[in-house]
T-cell receptor
Framework: AQTVTQSQPEMSVQEAETVTLSCTYD???????LFWYKQPPSRQMILVIR??????QNATENRFSVNFQKAAKSFSLKISDSQLGDAAMYFC???????????FGKGTKLTVNP | DGGITQSPKYLFRKEGQNVTLSCEQN?????MYWYRQDPGQGLRLIYY???????QKGDIAEGYSVSREKKESFPLTVTSAQKNPTAFYLC??????????FGAGTRLSVL
């Protein structure tokens, strides 16, 4: 059963503006990790940002930040000052089974318009 | 350079043939994984291994087999029983659940 849901198959943003990608997940565990991965046309999976569920503070990495709502099981990614190089597929993922496995959503295709 | 090497980059399978995808890592990670990616499906877990000589089935293991004889290597065999093997295959490794590192992938097509 699908445990990670990305409700936006495609999104677009103007260069230099901000965009938020949504992700919800389902888990009965209290301790887990959440990730956003970027997959550009080269198809190499690149880790964008990671969040530990036990940390209340939202993770940030330069222009990328998350809004982690543990009770709502929501983990959205905000990209600020969007650049053309941000255009890619973005996948949300969370660990399952005591961090043995990483489960992915179906992805959101982000287009950045000049 | 530490990382994960997948080979070949492109692979073609004939009807009834088994093919093996290579995955090697020099990151000293205990855990290794194989994922399959189809358009609109995201990544789905085929097999994973947390220690040498041990591995577990993922969500879509039918038609695939693996071995883990060395810590550095986790080859995936796509058998003739896999009727729809055309996909992009990604290998990953992890030091223990806090991050997954991926290879560049192998695209498998059927002739």
């Amino acid at each position: 059963a699908q445990t990670v849901t990305q409700s936006q198959p495609e999104m677009s943003v103007q260069e230099a503006e901000t965009v938020t990608l949504s992700c919800t997940y389902d888990t009965s565990e209290s301790d887990y990790y959440l990730f956003w991965y970027k997959q550009p046309p080269s198809r190499q999976m690149i880790l964008v940002i990671r969040q530990e569920a036990y940390k209340q503070q939202n993770a940030t990495e330069n222009r990328f930040s998350v809004n982690f709502q543990k009770a709502a099981k929501s983990f959205s990614l905000k990209i600020s000052d969007s650049q053309l190089g941000d255009a890619a597929m973005y996948f949300c993922a969370h660990t399952q089974g005591g961090s043995e496995k990483l489960v992915f959503g179906k992805g959101t295709k982000l287009t950045v318009n000049p | 350079d530490g990382g994960i090497t997948q080979s070949p980059k492109y692979l073609f399978r004939k009807e009834g043939q088994n093919v093996t995808l290579s995955c090697e890592q020099n990151l000293n990670h205990d855990a290794m994984y194989w994922y399959r990616q189809d358009p609109g499906q995201g990544l789905r877990l085929i097999y994973y291994s947390q220690i040498v000589n041990d591995f577990q089935k993922g969500d879509i293991a039918e038609g695939y087999s693996v071995s883990r004889e060395k810590k550095e290597s986790f080859p995936l065999t796509v058998t003739s029983a896999q009727k729809n093997p055309t996909a992009f295959y990604l290998c990953a490794s992890s030091p223990g659940g806090i991050g997954w590192y991926f290879g560049a992938g192998t695209r498998l097509s059927v002739l």
